[in-house]
């Protein structure tokens, strides 16, 4: 028997275009102005959405470590940027500490996430892992009171919508899903 109503809805989701879509690598673009990493990932994705469009979004570890264009000084509106970590390993030894290692190269201790604690920390005894306008990439103090951090944005790169590449947060290695 044929039902309308699960036919409109399977042809609304099979016919919707997304502004992103799979398979879309992403380019390092800027930083905004400063925010505290205890807004939430949602907080921190919408401040790079209002300074640097609607497609933007708080970039991965990978994404500014592959970029080959830096974002030019007027993309640069906070000293350092926020970004996703990217864990890769850990120290393998459980009678030493345990050190969390980022794409960046940077580690971190259990303690200290890399990423203000799920975002929801603005304490100086956790930390997040930042860019500046250098390029330069370390573990900050998520107190960033006395400090100039925002949110290192990116973009989709424009070249890669839609390509039957795999991207894995910037990079082709990733296995197919």
Same mark, same amino acid.
């Given at each position: ?17 997304? @502004?992103?879509?799979?398979? +879309? ?7 905004? +102005? ?7 990932? @949602? ?12 497609? *933007?979004?708080?970039?991965?570890? +990978? ?9 030019? *000084? ?30 960046? %190269?940077? +580690? ?5 996430? %890399? ?16 860019? !500046?306008? *250098? ?5 900050? !103090? ?18 890669? *919508?839609?390509?039957? @590449?795999?991207?894995?947060? %910037? ?7």
């Amino acid at each position: 028997m044929f039902k309308p109503f699960a036919f409109s809805v399977f042809f609304l989701l099979s016919s919707s275009t997304f @502004a992103v879509q799979p398979g +879309t690598s992403w380019l390092y673009e800027g930083i905004t +102005t400063t925010i505290s990493p205890s807004s939430g990932l @949602a907080g921190l994705d919408n401040h790079c959405k209002t300074e640097f469009g609607p497609d *933007a979004r708080m970039c991965f570890s +990978t994404e500014v470590v592959s970029t080959s264009n830096w974002p030019v *000084a007027e993309k640069l509106k906070s000293t350092r940027g926020w970004m996703r970590p990217v864990f890769i390993g850990s120290t393998p030894n459980p009678s030493v500490v345990t050190l969390l290692f980022d794409f960046s %190269g940077t +580690t971190f201790g259990l303690s200290n996430t %890399g990423n203000c604690q799920g975002w929801s920390s603005n304490l100086g005894d956790n930390r997040g892992v930042t860019v !500046d306008g *250098a390029g330069k990439i370390n573990s900050s !103090d998520c107190d960033v009171s006395d400090d100039s951090v925002g949110v290192a944005c990116c973009l989709p790169n424009p070249d890669s *919508a839609g390509s039957d @590449a795999v991207f894995c947060n %910037g990079f082709e290695s990733c296995p197919n899903p």
